[in-house]
C-alpha cells in the first residue's frame, strides 16, 4: 500500500465517571458509558493510521475507548501526561512509535517578554504551554509503502489555549463590557506565546531536513488567523530569489484544508460552531514533504473528511449537542505516498 489516513480527534472532557473536571462538571455511569461508546463509534468511522487526541483527563477512560472501537488491536500510544488533574494530548498510531517527548516548557529563545517602562519595570513571562505538546516520531515501515526504505514522520500534537475569557481576582463584574474584552486579550496573548513557541520547537524537525512534520490539534483558531500563521510560517514573495524561497519552504507548514481547496469546487469546513458561528479550530499541517507542489516530495494530501454531522446549531436548533459527545467535529487527512519505481503517484 501507499496510502495511509492521519486524524485529529477532541474528545472534550474523557474522563472516568463520577470525577469533577471543572465547575462541578462530571459524567455518573450511565453518561460516561455513553460517551465512551459514541468516541469509539467515532474512532471506527474516522479509522486514521494516526491520531491526535485532545482534551483527555483519563487516560484509562482513552484506553478503554480506543480498546471498545476493536481496530486498534496492535497499535501504539503514548499520552503527554506531565501536569496532573489537567487536559492532555495523546496520539494512537499503527505504525510503530521510535520515540516522543513531552515539551511543556518554551525554548529559551521562545520566551516572550513585557517590559514597563518606568524606574520599577516589572518583567512579565509566558515561558509554558497551557497544555504540554506532544512530539512524537513515527516509523512508516518500508514492508507497509513498498518502498526502498522507512519513512519516518514527526507529529506534534498540540492544543493550544482557547478563546474562553481569562478573568483576574479584582475582577468585580464578568459582564461587564471592558473587563469581558481585557479577558479575552489575556486569553489571545497566552495563545500568540504558545504559537511562538511551537513555531520555535517546530524549527528542530522542520529545518534542513528531507523527514515529513505533521501538526495535529485543536488551534483554537482558523488557518488565517495569526496564531496559526505564526505556528505555519509565511510564505516567501513571489519575486523573492529562489535560494531565498527555497530556503523559506523548507521551514513552512501547509493546512491540509487549504490543499484540499485547490483540488475542489467548495469549502465547507467547520469543526466547532460558537453562538451561530462556524469556525474551524481543528487543523492538520504538513511539511512540504506532503505537498503535491514540491517535486521532491515523498506524497501528497489527497482528500480531507470532516465528520462534523453531530454539531448542532444552537441558536437555530431548540435542541443541543450532547454532553458526552464532543463538541468538535474531527479531521481526518489522507495521503498518498510516491511509488518508488516511478517516484510520481
Same mark, same amino acid.
Given at each position: 500500500?501507499?496510502?495511509?489516513?492521519?486524524?485529529?480527534?477532541?474528545?472534550?472532557?474523557?474522563?472516568?465517571?463520577?470525577?469533577?473536571?471543572?465547575? /462541578?462538571?462530571?459524567?455518573?455511569?450511565?453518561?460516561?458509558?455513553?460517551?465512551?461508546?459514541?468516541?469509539?463509534?467515532?474512532?471506527?468511522?474516522?479509522?486514521?493510521?494516526?491520531?491526535?487526541?485532545?482534551?483527555?483527563?483519563?487516560?484509562?477512560?482513552?484506553?478503554?475507548?480506543?480498546?471498545?472501537?476493536?481496530?486498534?488491536?496492535?497499535?501504539?500510544?503514548?499520552?503527554?501526561?506531565? /501536569?496532573?488533574?489537567?487536559?492532555?494530548?495523546?496520539?494512537? /498510531?499503527?505504525?510503530?512509535?521510535?520515540?516522543?517527548?513531552?515539551?511543556?516548557?518554551?525554548?529559551?529563545?521562545?520566551?516572550?517578554?513585557?517590559?514597563?517602562?518606568?524606574?520599577?519595570?516589572?518583567?512579565?513571562?509566558?515561558?509554558?504551554?497551557?497544555?504540554?505538546?506532544?512530539?512524537?516520531?513515527?516509523?512508516?515501515?518500508?514492508?507497509?509503502?513498498?518502498?526502498?526504505?522507512?519513512?519516518?514522520?514527526?507529529?506534534?500534537?498540540?492544543?493550544?489555549?482557547?478563546?474562553?475569557?481569562?478573568?483576574?481576582?479584582?475582577?468585580?463584574?464578568?459582564?461587564?463590557?471592558?473587563?469581558?474584552?481585557?479577558?479575552?486579550?489575556?486569553?489571545?496573548?497566552?495563545?500568540?506565546?504558545?504559537?511562538?513557541?511551537?513555531?520555535?520547537?517546530?524549527?528542530?524537525?522542520?529545518?534542513?531536513?528531507?523527514?515529513?512534520?505533521?501538526?495535529?490539534?485543536?488551534?483554537?483558531?482558523?488557518?488565517?488567523?495569526?496564531?496559526?500563521?505564526?505556528?505555519?510560517?509565511?510564505?516567501?514573495?513571489?519575486?523573492?530569489?529562489?535560494?531565498?524561497?527555497?530556503?523559506?519552504?523548507?521551514?513552512?507548514?501547509?493546512?491540509?484544508?487549504?490543499?484540499?481547496?485547490?483540488?475542489?469546487?467548495?469549502?465547507?469546513?467547520?469543526?466547532?460552531?460558537?453562538?451561530?458561528?462556524?469556525?474551524?479550530?481543528?487543523?492538520?499541517?504538513?511539511?512540504?514533504?506532503?505537498?503535491?507542489?514540491?517535486?521532491?516530495?515523498?506524497?501528497?494530501?489527497?482528500?480531507?473528511?470532516?465528520?462534523?454531522?453531530?454539531?448542532?446549531?444552537?441558536?437555530? /436548533?431548540?435542541?443541543?449537542?450532547?454532553?458526552?459527545?464532543?463538541?468538535?467535529?474531527?479531521?481526518?487527512?489522507?495521503?498518498?505516498?510516491?511509488?518508488?519505481?516511478?517516484?510520481?503517484?
Amino acid at each position: 500500500m501507499n496510502i495511509f489516513k492521519i486524524g485529529t480527534f477532541n474528545v472534550q472532557n474523557l474522563s472516568s465517571p463520577n470525577i469533577e473536571l471543572y465547575n /462541578s462538571f462530571q459524567y455518573s455511569q450511565e453518561e460516561y458509558e455513553k460517551k465512551i461508546q459514541w468516541a469509539s463509534n467515532q474512532l471506527i468511522a474516522i479509522n486514521a493510521d494516526i491520531v491526535g487526541f485532545q482534551e483527555i483527563f483519563d487516560q484509562k477512560a482513552l484506553m478503554e475507548m480506543i480498546r471498545m472501537s476493536n481496530i486498534y488491536q496492535k497499535s501504539s500510544l503514548c499520552c503527554a501526561t506531565n /501536569s496532573p488533574n489537567r487536559p492532555f494530548v495523546a496520539c494512537l /498510531s499503527r505504525f510503530p512509535i521510535e520515540d516522543y517527548e513531552i515539551i511543556e516548557k518554551f525554548p529559551d529563545e521562545a520566551i516572550l517578554k513585557f517590559e514597563e517602562e518606568s524606574k520599577n519595570s516589572q518583567m512579565f513571562l509566558f515561558n509554558k504551554f497551557s497544555r504540554p505538546v506532544l512530539r512524537v516520531k513515527i516509523c512508516i515501515p518500508k514492508s507497509f509503502t513498498m518502498l526502498s526504505e522507512d519513512i519516518f514522520v514527526q507529529v506534534y500534537v498540540v492544543h493550544l489555549k482557547s478563546k474562553r475569557p481569562i478573568f483576574t481576582s479584582d475582577c468585580k463584574d464578568m459582564n461587564e463590557p471592558v473587563e469581558i474584552a481585557k479577558a479575552t486579550a489575556r486569553s489571545l496573548i497566552i495563545r500568540s506565546a504558545e504559537s511562538v513557541a511551537l513555531r520555535s520547537i517546530l524549527m528542530k524537525s522542520l529545518r534542513n531536513t528531507d523527514n515529513p512534520v505533521v501538526v495535529l490539534g485543536d488551534i483554537n483558531d482558523s488557518e488565517r488567523a495569526i496564531t496559526s500563521q505564526i505556528v505555519t510560517g509565511l510564505p516567501p514573495e513571489k519575486r523573492a530569489p529562489f535560494l531565498v524561497k527555497k530556503q523559506k519552504w523548507d521551514t513552512l507548514l501547509y493546512h491540509v484544508k487549504d490543499i484540499q481547496a485547490r483540488l475542489s469546487y467548495q469549502d465547507f469546513y467547520y469543526t466547532h460552531i460558537f453562538n451561530g458561528h462556524y469556525e474551524a479550530l481543528d487543523h492538520i499541517m504538513v511539511s512540504q514533504e506532503f505537498v503535491m507542489e514540491n517535486h521532491s516530495s515523498l506524497g501528497r494530501v489527497t482528500y480531507v473528511h470532516l465528520f462534523n454531522d453531530h454539531l448542532i446549531d444552537s441558536t437555530l /436548533s431548540p435542541t443541543s449537542t450532547e454532553k458526552w459527545k464532543s463538541d468538535h467535529g474531527q479531521v481526518v487527512a489522507t495521503i498518498e505516498l510516491k511509488r518508488e519505481n516511478t517516484k510520481e503517484f
